[in-house]
């Protein structure tokens, strides 16, 4: 079968690309969706129902199309959902948004590219010739394409402990992929639960496990045992960052957003007012400037950064207050399993001594996959021929400034693009819809430029 582009993937990325695409390549292009996720476009993150599960990002900057700022505030207004654009939507309203703009553009079939969603998981992706690259399917087909976008995502991160350190009678009440919830409903109402780990996906699976009735003893574990800030709910004004030019150190960036803070500016709006740069800056970082912010400073980043919608965050707080969840900070050793439940040991931060957890089930909240291709058999596979370079920090693949993929040699891939996650070694900030829905635009623009370019 041949295509002019090929989108792989089907969460938020590649619904973004494929809605780009349609409304910009002409109708006689053909377009193949290639994905076996059942929620298409919905992804990890907007298939979930539970209305606790809102988006860390306010209604006014989710829009798909970065020049309709408005466009999921007119949604969610169709839909009388009473929400203004500083408040933070269910992440559900969000996914039904993206299916029902795209099938809008797919009603006005015979004005638009045409697309084909094929089912399937794609397993390699081989240039066959100067224009054309073959992807292979799961299910024994092939396309021949022009042009391919890979949008894979991340996977979950693997549980933070050797495999030696876990006894293998404890591994049958470990959940080490949260994101498949039918976990949920195999917890007894009063049982133990340990997550490992406290960001965004911890607040995520103990608001879901509240949700389901579930009245135990949470415990969280993690290095640091920070948990995430909220949005203030008079969400303010970004502040202006008026950044050094010269200097890219860590420490005198840090202070001049501290001198900002120190100044009067509260530090949500220093931390917005950050974002426009942060792509730019990470830029210019080197290697090593970039190795000594992901050690020393990730954590703070995430928390200040990354933050819970103010509802959300008034929840945790009242659980963390009256001791449902207990946070501890420190470094896990094993895993044992116990009668009844499991021990977890932990060498608790700041010391030497080993402390001991009890619980009936562990969950791995360690969230995304930094290093990126473990999840995937098909970036293993084109990294096994060369295709692809992991990033040397670890987070994802490298691409171009373009998003165009770079092989092994350093030659570029002018026809294999890639979107999400997995460009933050090139961009940093690429895991949100409000950046990524920039990349696929730029995407879009340089396919459909370069389709226009070719011979007839
Ligand atoms: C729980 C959660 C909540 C979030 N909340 C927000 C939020 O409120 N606001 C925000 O801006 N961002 C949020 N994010 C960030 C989120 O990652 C992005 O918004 C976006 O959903 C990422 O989409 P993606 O398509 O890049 O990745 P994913 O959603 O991970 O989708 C990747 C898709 O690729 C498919 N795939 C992988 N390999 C193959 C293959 N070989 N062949 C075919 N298909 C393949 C997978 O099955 C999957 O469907 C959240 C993330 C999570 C996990």
Redesign the pocket.
Request: aromatic share 6%.
């Given at each position: 079968m041949k295509y002019d582009v090929a989108v792989?993937?089907?969460?938020?990325?590649?619904i973004a690309v494929t809605i780009n695409l349609m409304r910009h390549l002409p109708a006689s292009a053909r377009i193949a969706v290639?994905?076996?996720?059942p929620g298409f476009g919905r992804?990890?993150?907007?298939r979930s129902e539970f209305h606790l599960h809102r988006?860390?990002?306010p209604a006014a900057r989710?829009s798909i199309d970065p020049d309709a700022p408005e466009d999921f505030l007119d949604w969610l207004r169709d839909h009388e959902r009473p929400i203004s654009g500083s408040d933070f939507a269910p992440?559900s309203d969000f996914g039904l948004y993206l299916r029902d703009r795209l099938a809008a553009l797919l009603r006005e079939r015979d004005s638009r590219a045409k697309v084909d969603f094929i089912k399937a998981?794609?397993?390699g992706c081989l240039d066959i010739g100067p224009e054309t690259t073959l992807i292979r399917l799961d299910n024994g087909d092939g396309l021949a394409v022009k042009a391919t976008v890979l949008?894979?995502?991340v996977g979950s991160a693997p549980l933070p402990l050797g495999h030696d350190a876990i006894a293998p009678a404890a591994r049958a009440v470990i959940v080490e992929n949260p994101w498949r919830l039918s976990w949920l409903s195999k917890v007894g109402r009063h049982e133990r639960v340990a997550m490992l780990g406290s960001g965004l996906t911890m607040v995520?699976q103990v608001l879901a496990l509240r949700a389901t009735g579930h009245r135990g003893q949470i415990h969280v574990l993690s290095r640091r045992g920070l948990l995430p800030h909220a949005h203030d709910v008079h969400h303010g004004t970004p502040v202006p960052i008026d950044l050094p030019e010269t200097d890219r150190q860590i420490s005198k960036l840090l202070s001049h957003l501290r001198r900002n803070v120190r100044a009067g500016a509260p530090w949500r709006a220093v931390m917005d007012g950050l974002r426009p740069h942060t792509q730019n800056l990470w830029q210019q970082l080197n290697e090593d400037q970039k190795a000594r912010f992901l050690r020393h400073a990730l954590a703070w980043w995430t928390i200040h950064r990354h933050r819970l919608a103010p509802d959300v965050g008034v929840e945790l707080k009242q659980l963390v207050a009256d001791g449902t969840v207990r946070v501890h900070a420190g470094f896990l050793q094993r895993i044992e399993a116990t009668d009844p439940g499991v021990t977890l040991t932990y060498r608790k931060r700041g010391t030497s001594g080993l402390e001991r957890l009890s619980a009936d089930w562990i969950v791995n909240c360690t969230g995304?996959e930094r290093a990126g291709i473990r999840h995937?058999p098909?970036l293993q596979a084109m990294a096994a021929r060369g295709q692809l370079q992991g990033d040397p920090l670890g987070l994802g693949i490298v691409v171009n400034g373009q998003s165009q993929l770079v092989a092994r040699s350093g030659d570029t891939h002018a026809h294999i693009y890639v979107v999400?996650?997995l460009t933050a070694g090139r961009f940093w900030e690429i895991?949100?819809?409000?950046d990524?829905r920039v990349q696929a635009q730029g995407v879009t623009r340089s396919i459909c430029a370069a389709l226009e370019r070719e011979p007839a």
């Open positions: 792989v993937g089907a969460g938020f990325s590649a290639v994905g076996d996720d992804g990890t993150a907007y988006l860390n990002v989710m992440r998981k794609a397993v949008c894979l995502g995520d995304m995937s098909l999400g996650a895991t949100a819809v409000p990524i």
